[in-house]
């Protein structure tokens, strides 16, 4: 055990040496507030009252200090070391800026619908404990940076020993989910934590879908590896694409979403290209690149197929016994039965003989 917490320990400081300078800041602020909330009267002020979202107390900057409030060590060390690893993934492939916009409209969209929610309730149960418990958590943002890894590696499998050999990138958010409702039923953590990791997905996936600004222009992913149904099990995929494609046309009718569209250079007959709006080429040629390698996977075992006898000499054999002999003239000489016949005028009798030539 002690071994472990030392790798643990030493894998954690190499990551943070990947990791912006924003990530650092995120985890001193995560740290920092830890402490803060063995103060009393602390965690109202940090944490996400419903209640303090409406005159009289209005308390707008809890929107943001919820996500990096948590008050127990464990979902400290959790959330440390979730916001490390999955950061030093995203860096390389996000701008400073990209990621700072990324986490603020997460973060705060996550926390701003979980206090709607607070207030839809309340409205509908007139319960006042509903409005005045409070929340918190880093888990939304977390599930948002998971949605993000799943958007370039889908189908990249988990390594580490503890998680399953055939458990992909693309089952994790759902898996995180499920995980945390779970938790909610066992009353570990309150309904509204739950709910904050759906709405971070949620979030995460609506953003990067459809307003994500691209380096080629334009905005969000439009790409079939991306689509809302790949966040579900394969199983129910369909059905779920059918509806979202139904949904996605009342919201573009809204002017909500914008409108897939192609776009066709016809100056190069010969090869007609199409361009899709937030399609990052380098996505593509990503995927491409997937595409070859298991192609290559595939020839390969076909390769190692069983070589089957060789019939050349069999047939060969069989070829020279089934071939025609070789022709043969014949020659018909007649000869006469007897030279005294031949003297006397006689008839003669004459006698065929074949003779092959």
Request: charged share 20%.
């Given at each position: 055990m002690y071994h472990q917490a030392q790798r643990l320990v030493a894998l954690v400081a190499q990551q943070m040496q990947k990791v912006s300078i924003a990530t650092k800041a995120f985890c001193a602020i995560?740290?920092?507030?830890?402490?803060?909330?063995?103060?009393?009267?602390?965690?109202?002020?940090?944490?996400?009252?419903?209640?303090?979202?409406?005159?009289?107390?209005?308390?707008?900057?809890?929107?943001?200090?919820?996500t990096f409030y948590e008050n127990r060590i464990i979902f400290v060390l959790l959330d440390l070391i979730a916001l490390i690893g999955l950061s030093s993934v995203l860096h390389p492939l996000w701008s400073l800026k990209e990621y700072l916009v990324f986490t603020g409209v997460v973060s705060t969209v996550s926390v701003l619908s979980g206090t709607v929610l607070c207030l839809f309730l309340y409205f509908v149960t007139q319960n006042m404990a509903v409005i005045f418990s409070n929340f918190h958590g880093l888990v939304g943002l977390v599930c948002g940076y998971i949605v993000a890894v799943k958007q370039f590696y889908p189908d990249s499998t988990l390594s580490p020993p503890p998680v399953p050999p055939t458990l992909r990138v693309k089952h994790v958010p759902l898996l995180v989910v499920l995980t945390y409702l779970v938790l909610s039923l066992c009353k570990v953590v309150s309904p509204t934590v739950c709910w904050l990791s759906l709405s971070g997905t949620l979030t995460a996936w609506t953003y990067l879908r459809f307003f994500?600004?691209?380096?080629?222009?334009?905005?969000?992913?439009?790409?079939?590896?991306?689509?809302?149904?790949?966040?579900l099990p394969e199983i129910v995929q369909p059905p779920v694409a059918a509806f979202?494609?139904?949904?996605?046309?009342?919201?573009?009718?809204?002017?909500?979403?914008?409108?897939?569209?192609?776009?066709?250079?016809?100056?190069?007959?010969?090869?007609?290209?199409?361009?899709?709006?937030?399609?990052?080429?380098?996505?593509?040629?990503r995927r491409q690149q997937r595409a070859l390698k298991a192609l290559d996977e595939r020839?390969?075992?076909?390769?190692?197929?069983p070589t089957w006898p060789s019939l050349d000499d069999n047939s060969q054999d069989e070829a020279g016994s089934l071939e025609p002999s070789s022709p043969q003239t014949l020659e018909v000489k007649v000869e006469a039965s007897g030279s005294a016949q031949k003297d006397q005028g006689m008839p003669v009798s004459a006698k065929p003989t074949i003779v092959p030539k």
């Open positions: 995560l740290i920092a507030f830890y402490l803060l909330s063995f103060i009393p009267g602390v965690e109202e002020n940090l944490a996400m009252t419903p209640s303090y979202v409406v005159p009289p107390k209005v308390k707008i900057w809890t929107l943001v200090t919820a994500q600004p691209r380096e080629q222009g334009g905005r969000g992913d439009m790409t079939e590896e991306f689509a809302f149904a790949t966040l979202s494609r139904a949904l996605y046309n009342v919201l573009v009718a809204a002017k909500l979403c914008p409108k897939l569209s192609q776009t066709y250079n016809m100056d190069e007959p010969s090869s007609i290209k199409i361009a899709l709006p937030g399609v990052n080429p380098a996505d593509a040629q020839l390969s075992k076909t390769d190692q197929a």
